[in-house]
């Protein structure tokens, strides 16, 4: 048993809220926990994730400190 009047009151079937939707009950502290993204509307786990062009990015870095050869990326991009 816990020590009386050192322990936030424990809420077991507390509502998660997403979007003004409840998403699901978990244990915890608080009666409502607000979230912005969780794993039903996260791209990651809904499989709409886009992959990101970061090929460009490097590419850009390296001219921007002259780090890259220009006359090998004008052969690249003919090909």
């Known amino acids: 048993m816990p020590k009386e009047g050192i322990h936030p ?4 079937e507390a509502k998660v809220i997403c ?3 409840v998403v699901m009950h978990v244990g915890s502290t608080q009666p409502e926990i607000y979230v912005e993204v969780w794993s039903g509307n996260h791209p990651f786990y809904t499989g709409t994730q886009k992959m990101i062009d970061t090929e ?4 850009r870095f390296m ?5 890259l050869d220009t ?3 004008a ?3 003919e090909k």
């Open 9 to 12: 009151e424990w809420y077991p």
């Open 19 to 21: 979007n003004g939707e």
């Open 75 to 77: 052969e690249a991009q």
């Open 63 to 67: 001219r921007k400190f002259g780090m």
């Open 71 to 73: 006359s090998a990326t």
């Open 56 to 59: 460009g990015r490097v590419e």
